[in-house]
């Protein structure tokens, strides 16, 4: 049957294995979809869960901790790329990607319904990491399966194009995650939200895997492996050819080092980091940052299918080299002007931009107290708005006394930031977009063509998930420390500190790339 596959597939008319690729593509990408936007609801409401499922004690600490175990599920990722790749070298890319697809959908959806640590304390973080770990172990399987299975089917002179629309779906899965998250919070009051509306997102994604489970389904097996199974070429120990053989894990390095943690710290340096900055240092308010970043990402998302297809007509490392270079020289003045447009103190305050409140509400808990808020708002005369609230703990007493001192107030602020300054900020995550699109765009392609067909799934998995998943994945987490602890050591510029680490690791991968990679395609289509 699986003979039968390959010799219908390769008796089809050109027109027909476009026709036929399309609807692979299809089933693919809207599978790789729905993964992708499963993963990245946890990263887009980073800032709440935070406040849900960690003491609330040190923002700062938890929302730091949400961001290490958020990193978590991306450690993990090359295990499951070793566990699901190996599989699908051994029965199959169809069948295996339809495991992972499952286990990624339930993880999600039971996020949403693990309690408040305010309910069942540290069990509610232990609980949102195992279920982190089964994301990444399963996304570690995901993708490396959907873009072995396009590539086997695309004709190879037209393999960088065709596999490009499965690198859309990463972005694309973080622009859905965005729009379901504004829609949820318009169609909600603010306290709704906050009290259980968070959750629809994850609840949202059990539905959607079971479309996609329903179109995977009905996938066939690509017509390459098929032929190698039923001439017995796969392989007995994928693991072991993969990375015993001296030869073919040389090649497993070189992926790894001179492309795919160069590509990794981008992609989470111009999507993810750009988000986190955005809201964390600069106190854009969540709302206007999630537009302005769904704006962006659908503006860039098309130029991945332009620099995949560019790809196979000047080669996979010219395209995604540039890309890194140029993000490593534009970094620093991209974020410094992103910074210094919503800087508060290069602004006037209006005349009458002044509103001072004081309310007060009893204590949730202890019904003798009181939380009182200090709210404040300063407009500016470019029409730039500042909220800050500062809550304070009051009892009969007094101030509520910790450590025999007055408790510290929790203080909010956002910046809602003017219609010029948005444009502006737009524009700018649409540059770092671009890079993103060079580096990332084309790399499908070239990690399928470095390895033969009976140890793909395994070989090009295992360097594109530490690549992305350690190198990527720790990125936010990194980041943030990195500009903490410059703000606390009065750097003049510590906003920029955090950028560091993505033009370090990408300064390294752009060397190795340069002296050791091959521009021409390997085109290996056995």
């Not at 089933?27 to 869960?49: C, K, N, Q, R």
């Not at 065709?162 to 973080?174: C, E, K, V, Y």
């Amino acid at each position: 049957m699986s003979e039968n596959h390959h010799d219908a597939y390769q008796n089809m008319t050109e027109k027909q294995k476009n026709r036929t690729i399309w609807s692979v593509i299809t089933a693919s990408s809207l599978g790789t979809l729905i993964e992708w936007y499963d993963f990245y609801i946890f990263g887009s409401l980073a800032v709440i869960l935070s406040t849900k499922f960690f003491p609330a004690d040190n923002p700062t600490a938890a929302f730091l901790s949400t961001l290490a175990t958020f990193a978590a599920g991306f450690v993990v990722r090359p295990f499951g790329a070793l566990f699901f790749g190996r599989l699908g070298d051994l029965i199959g890319r169809k069948y295996t990607f339809l495991v992972t697809l499952l286990i990624m959908g339930f993880s999600t959806f039971l996020i949403g319904c693990i309690p408040s640590y305010e309910t069942i304390g540290f069990m509610a973080p232990v609980l949102v990491l195992i279920l982190r770990l089964l994301q990444g172990l399963a996304l570690g399987g995901e993708y490396g399966g959907a873009a072995t299975y396009v590539a086997e089917y695309a004709q190879p002179h037209r393999r960088g194009y065709w596999t490009s629309w499965i690198q859309t779906t990463a972005t694309a899965g973080l622009f859905i995650s965005l729009i379901i998250i504004l829609i949820t919070k318009s169609t909600l009051s603010a306290e709704e939200f906050d009290q259980w509306g968070w959750r629809v997102p994850f609840w949202i994604s059990i539905l959607m895997v079971g479309v996609s489970y329903i179109i995977r389904k009905n996938m066939k097996e690509s017509p390459l492996f098929a032929k190698a199974k039923s001439e017995g070429k796969t392989s007995k120990n994928p693991l072991k050819e993969s990375f015993g053989n001296r030869f073919n894990f040389k090649f497993v390095l070189l992926a790894l080092f001179g492309a795919a943690m160069g590509q990794g710290v981008i992609w989470y340096t111009g999507q993810f980091y750009a988000m986190s900055f955005l809201q964390k240092v600069m106190n854009i308010e969540s709302a206007q940052v999630d537009k302005l970043m769904a704006i962006a990402l659908l503006m860039g998302t098309p130029f991945f299918v332009f620099f995949g297809w560019l790809s196979d007509k000047v080669g996979r490392k010219a395209v995604m080299m540039t890309g890194m270079l140029v993000a490593i020289l534009a970094y620093r003045p991209i974020y410094d002007k992103m910074f210094k447009s919503a800087d508060l103190k290069f602004k006037t305050v209006a005349e009458s931009g002044l509103v001072e409140k004081r309310t007060a509400k009893v204590h949730d808990k202890i019904v003798t107290d009181s939380l009182i808020t200090f709210h404040k708002e300063l407009t500016y005369t470019d029409g730039t708005l500042m909220k800050k609230d500062s809550i304070v703990h009051w009892s009969p007493a007094g101030p509520v006394m910790k450590d025999g001192k007055a408790e510290e107030p929790k203080v909010t602020q956002s910046v809602k930031i003017n219609t010029d300054t948005n444009m502006l900020l737009i524009f700018l995550v649409f540059i770092q977009v671009i890079f993103v699109t060079m580096v990332y765009g084309p790399i499908a392609a070239f990690l399928v063509e470095m390895f033969p067909v009976r140890i793909r799934y395994t070989s090009m998995s295992l360097p594109y998930h530490i690549g992305n998943g350690v190198f990527g994945g720790l990125l936010p987490a990194v980041a943030t420390y990195l500009v903490t602890t410059g703000k606390e050591a009065g750097h003049a510029s510590w906003y920029l500190e955090g950028l560091w680490y993505p033009i370090g690791v990408a300064s390294v991968c752009l060397l190795i790339g340069l002296f050791y990679l091959k521009n021409k395609n390997n085109n290996i289509h056995d």
